[in-house]
């Protein structure tokens, strides 16, 4: 078993998150891939992959070179197009849609801490 | 199969995740160059002939632990080198000339340390680029992986320096029945393929991971269209052709 070295958190800070982890394998590889190879190289779940697929598919980011059109056996496979960098494009909800007018209002994000009640609960000495 | 045994073992937080042969070596070959001891040098090597999954090997070692990659070309200069690793690091303002760069890429190194994996290295092996790297590897101190052709330790040994800073050099291996069986586990759900029939595959395709995976994707669709059957084995696939990636042979 390798022992962690005293400069090991040091030099491993965090581990990246699925999304960090997919973007990352996904710029690499160049060239088409399926969504299972993408998984096992990325460490990742493949269902969580497959979804951050389809959101780059939508976005523009990827484009289906092969698509598996419902024949058994075989996989739709996808390439990058859009390679901007290293950090990964994440789904970003900005807008408000009113259904009875059909306009949409901005929704910037949240100023306050989500657990401000949670925090306060705590502060108080009660249980969270 | 003369896997190298002196690599460490896969610490726990990343044994859990299935993982090829080749992944699981490169993966291990980073962490060994960043598990070794303080001042110790963390210069790596990972090599092979080409077609044995080195690039998605490289793929998922830069993934899980967070690396910057750079894909080395033909043409690359120290400057252009220096540039792509700023952009890669996110620097804002790399700097103008090259001595710049380099030192803010240093800075951001030793702020915020991430492993480097270099891919196709043999271009790189130049005086000034492979300088430049032993440069930043001994200023930051952090892993630096790089992944070459088979020859690629033997063309790094006319520089002693930077050579004798290499502590892992591990070179990929061909797909292993293992490799082949987990192939089949995440390829072929609608159909059970034997392991007869898998092991088939993997040895006539030499190893090469792609080839196995057109033939168990094959072997899925002849299963339910032509056989009509949710399995498949060594005996019910006959004398089919493997795609081995031989040239079709004459028909008599």
């Not at chain 1, 992959?49 to 389809?54: E, F, L, M, N, W």
């Not at chain 1, 807008?95 to 994000?109: E, F, I, K, R, V």
């Not at chain 2, 090997?57 to 033909?74: D, F």
Request: proline share 6%.
């Amino acid at each position: 078993m390798l022992q962690p070295a005293p400069h090991y958190a040091r030099l491993a800070p965090k581990r990246p998150d699925a999304i960090s982890r997919i973007w990352t394998a996904l710029r690499i590889i160049v060239g088409d891939i399926d969504i299972a190879m993408l998984a096992m190289a990325a460490g990742a779940p493949e269902t969580s992959t497959a979804d951050y697929v389809r959101l780059l598919v939508r976005s523009g980011f990827m484009s289906v070179s092969r698509s598996a059109n419902g024949r058994i056996g075989t996989r739709a496979l996808y390439r990058l197009t859009r390679n901007t960098g290293p950090l990964p494009p994440r789904r970003a909800i900005t807008l408000m849609a009113d259904p009875n007018t059909g306009l949409t209002y901005p929704l910037p994000h949240r100023t306050t801490p989500r657990s401000r009640k949670r925090l306060a609960l705590t502060l108080r000495g009660e249980a969270a | 199969m003369d896997v190298p045994h002196d690599l460490p073992e896969m610490p726990r937080e990343f044994s859990a995740s299935t993982r090829l042969t080749n992944m699981d070596l490169c993966l291990r070959t980073i962490l060994a160059a960043q598990g070794a001891g303080e001042g110790a040098p963390r210069l790596a090597l990972f090599y092979g002939w080409s077609g044995l999954g080195k690039t998605v090997a490289a793929a998922h070692a830069a993934a899980v632990t967070g690396a910057v990659y750079i894909l080395a070309t033909r043409v690359m200069t120290q400057k252009s080198f220096l540039e792509a690793l700023a952009r890669e690091l996110g620097l804002a303002r790399p700097g103008r000339t090259s001595s710049d760069m380099l030192n803010n890429v240093i800075q951001r190194l030793n702020q915020n340390p991430q492993p480097i994996v270099i891919d196709e290295m043999d271009y790189l092996a130049k005086d000034q680029l492979v300088g430049i790297i032993r440069d930043i590897h001994d200023a930051a101190n952090i892993p630096i992986l790089m992944i070459g052709e088979e020859g690629l330790p033997a063309l790094l040994k006319q520089w002693e320096r930077f050579d004798n800073r290499i502590i892992a050099a591990t070179p990929a291996q061909r797909a292993s029945i293992a490799d082949g069986r987990i192939l089949r586990d995440i390829y072929a759900r609608r159909v059970k393929i034997a392991d007869d029939l898998v092991d088939h595959f993997t040895v006539r395709c030499k190893g090469i991971t792609r080839r196995i995976v057109v033939n168990i994707q094959d072997a899925q669709s002849i299963a339910l269209e032509e056989l009509e059957a949710t399995n498949i084995d060594l005996l019910a696939w006959g004398d089919r052709q493997v795609r081995d990636g031989s040239l079709p042979r004459r028909q008599a």
